[in-house]
């Protein structure tokens, strides 16, 4: 069995692996279910990528609306540790 502090760790590591991003925040912490398995979700925010900055400087009403950070939800398995999932997190409106 994993802890949260494991589980956000593990998080990281592979958003560094995986995305190949340094730069990137915790925003949330929760435990969960998720294809019948235990988990931690592990919500991480990073700065939009350069080709979403590039699209803006053409068309500045592209991210109109829309937030300076992307947001990632790693899916760790609460038992083994394991990354079950990665999600492309969408906040909603306000």
Known sequence: MIDAKQAVQIAKQKAAEMLNEAAYSLE??????????????????????????????????????????????????????ELVAMKLREVASQ
């Open 28 to 81: 949330e912490l929760e435990r969960d279910s998720y294809k019948e398995r235990d988990v931690w979700s592990i919500t991480l925010s990073f700065p939009r990528t350069p080709i979403q900055k590039i699209q803006t400087q053409i068309n500045p009403f592209a991210l109109l609306g829309r937030e300076a950070l992307e947001y990632r939800r790693f899916l760790i398995d609460a038992e083994t540790g």
